[in-house]
């Protein structure tokens, strides 16, 4: 049933990127969407095997596109929501939060990412022992803008409970992901 319900989300957050219109488009709430792959850094006993494919959709509520200072991009983060799911059945998981995004140079950029996430480990499991199904979901990028629409980013991402639950292996991942700004 876990795995029926991450599927569904992962399908949700799709269907609803195909489904952009250009009225979407031309209010800016859908920013970005994007999809990329990942795979665990965790340490060896706590290391998931398999592909953590991902998708995530930003929407700019806050008018974050039009920041133009390092301090405007600060307090316009835009809202996340998104899922990485094991192809391996291990640790799945849905999360959203805010992102902050920051221009480097024209072509280079920055996001960090914090917020909530809702995984599908189970203790009994031989893998990361989380402790809570509820976590702080943590997430850092550096991007490059292709084109105006374009972008590739190498991710980082990270769920723990902070030491709330009894365990606290957390979830740690590395990858990559392309990103289609409207």
């Known amino acids: 049933m876990k795995k029926a319900f991450f599927g569904s989300v992962i399908g949700t957050i799709i269907a609803t990127s195909a489904m952009s219109s250009s009225a979407f488009a031309q209010e800016h709430l859908l920013d970005e969407v994007r999809i990329g792959v990942s795979g665990s850094i965790q340490a060896k006993s706590t290391f998931e095997p398999g592909a953590f494919p991902s998708a995530t959709v930003f929407f700019d509520p806050f008018d974050q596109r039009h920041a133009q200072s390092f301090l405007d991009h600060m307090l316009r983060p835009r809202v996340h929501l998104g899922a990485i799911v094991s192809t391996a059945g291990e640790a799945s998981q849905v999360y959203a939060g805010f992102t902050w995004t920051a221009p480097l140079t024209d072509k280079f950029f920055i996001d960090l990412g914090f917020g909530g996430a809702i995984n599908n480990v189970d203790d009994d499991n031989d893998g990361p022992q989380v402790g809570c199904s509820v976590l702080f979901h943590e997430s850092a990028a550096l991007g490059y ?35 289609y700004k409207f």
Do not use: P
Request: glycine fraction near 12%.
């Open 145 to 179: 803008n292709i084109t105006e629409n374009w972008r590739v980013l190498a991710t980082i991402e990270h769920s723990s409970n902070a030491g709330l639950c009894d365990d606290n292996d957390g979830l740690s991942y590395a990858g990559i992901s392309v990103g």
